[in-house]
């Protein structure tokens, strides 16, 4: 007997004579329905230009439709030991199992069923991975469905980029960051799935390059010149006094001539640095590309440089590395709400008493909410009286709006407390500017990294409780 001739008598004629049964034919649908499906997600990803680039496709094109397949592989075998032990006990189990005929009934029962079947399931499988695929397209996936981002997702619907898709920033585009996306994003729901995740997540090197994300709408060259800033504080004092100070930020940029200036000017260089941090605030190492070619190394004052350190590019969300998720200190938290009106000067001791409150040690926002809530409400009722018959109800709004600023900045569960997430715009609250521009950056040529304040800002007043520059400026209202 022929190699064919056995393979067809001994394999072929007895799977199709068994396989016909539902288990059988159920599996050999999903089988072919996902198969079709997932051809098509190779067919558009790999020549089409409109396949989705959330890292999270993976979820369906590594796990989802393999795992239809793989179901439907175990079903048709399953199906057919059943169907061969029925035939068994009922003693109708064939010797010779009849030929494979299209004219059979019977074998055309099963054809017209399992055609039905897969196109039922491809239409199905089809709009499920569609769907999917759209939801996962979506930036609350990321952050309501992985809810260990919720600290990342509460602080982008306060973020100048909460109009942005998550994938616009976090995936590069083209081939090799579609697939390193889709691998990091595999790799992290592997971590959700089995609890192995980092607590705080904390961003490192995972973000794709300023130059691949941010510049496809941002100018990185743009002359913006110069901005006043307006910084309002507020005291620990009764008055919870009110005190302003304003700079005059020259960002700068190159102007129509290509003249370089400002803050972005003078770092538009070719720049590298060592940092022995993941989140980059400790900056032993820098080295700067002259305009002539050559190349000036400043290195901190007593720093030992790692052997094996790894040299970064300088890159524009190296300064500007929380644009879209960016925390709040709690001076910044509370002094925020107080501007806004949430809370009121009115009630005395409202700032240092409110500071104190939302940086106490708490389990969880649920307690931190209880415990802010009532501790307000108590101080005034026990400390001032008056002011809280009079005020009652300033005194619960300043109390949930101190509730609410703890909730936007401060995760428990996620070891997110105040500080945990650097912003390295400016030096105020974290090194920033001053883990290069610190005086203590040499040169082997005796030059060291400026730390001119003019080159960056001019201060025209500080903690100014007049606000008379303002007032003379329009700008009080």
Not at 64 to 69: E, G, Q, R
Not at 117 to 146: E, K, L
Not at 222 to 230: F, R, S
């Amino acid at each position: 007997m022929s190699l064919l001739s056995n393979l067809k008598q001994n394999w072929l004629q007895p799977f199709f004579y068994l396989g016909r049964n539902r288990l059988s034919l159920l599996g050999g649908a999903l089988t072919s329905a996902s198969a079709f499906v997932l051809i098509g997600f190779w067919v558009v990803d790999t020549f089409g230009h409109g396949g989705s680039t959330n890292p999270y496709i993976g979820i369906i094109v590594f796990f989802f439709l393999p795992a239809l397949f793989l179901l439907g592989l175990v079903l048709m075998p399953i199906g057919i030991y059943f169907q061969r032990r029925s035939l068994i006990a009922a003693g109708q189990l064939p010797s010779i199992y009849p030929k494979i005929d299209i004219g059979d009934p019977l074998f055309r029962h099963a054809l017209d069923f399992v055609i039905m079947a897969t196109f039922i399931n491809f239409v199905i499988v089809g709009v499920a991975s569609y769907r999917g695929v759209a939801y996962m397209d979506q930036p609350n996936f990321c952050g309501v469905t992985c809810h260990v981002m919720a600290p990342e997702w509460t602080a982008y619907h306060v973020a100048p980029h909460s109009s942005v898709a998550c994938t616009e920033c976090h995936v590069a585009p083209g081939v090799p960051g579609y697939i390193h996306a889709k691998v990091n994003g595999t790799k992290q729901l592997i971590e959700v799935v089995l609890h192995t995740y980092p607590t705080p997540i904390m961003p490192g090197d995972k973000i794709p390059l300023a130059s691949v994300t941010c510049l496809n709408c941002h100018n990185a060259k743009a002359n913006i010149g110069d901005k006043l800033v307006v910084k309002t504080t507020y005291g620990d004092d009764e008055h919870n006094s009110m005190t302003q100070s304003l700079l005059m930020m020259h960002v700068g940029g190159s102007n129509e001539m290509g003249a370089l200036s400002g803050i972005h000017g003078a770092h538009t260089a070719h720049i590298e640095f060592i940092s022995t941090d993941s989140t980059h605030q400790t900056i032993p190492w820098v080295a700067k590309t002259n305009s002539d070619g050559t190349v000036t190394e400043y290195v901190a004052d007593g720093a030992t440089i790692p052997a094996k350190a790894t040299k970064h590019v300088m890159d524009c969300m190296d300064c500007h590395n929380r644009p879209a998720h960016s925390m709040q200190t709690a001076e910044q938290a509370i002094d925020k709400a107080i501007t806004q009106g949430g809370v009121s000067t009115a009630l005395p001791f409202v700032h240092g008493q409110g500071l104190q409150l939302i940086q106490a040690d708490y389990k969880s926002q649920d307690e931190a909410t209880r415990k802010i809530t009532s501790g307000l409400i108590d101080f005034y009722r026990t400390t001032y009286p008056d002011v809280y018959t009079a005020n009652r109800a300033e005194v619960v709004q300043a109390a949930q709006a101190l509730a609410s600023a703890y909730k936007q900045n401060v995760f428990p569960d996620m070891k997110v407390i105040w500080g945990t997430h650097p912003n390295n715009i400016g030096h105020a609250d974290y090194p920033g500017c001053f883990r290069c521009h610190d005086s203590s950056h040499n040169a082997k040529n005796g030059t060291s990294i400026t730390q001119d304040c003019t080159v960056c800002h001019n201060i025209i007043s500080t903690d100014d409780p007049s606000n008379k520059l303002l007032s003379e400026l329009g700008m009080d209202k």
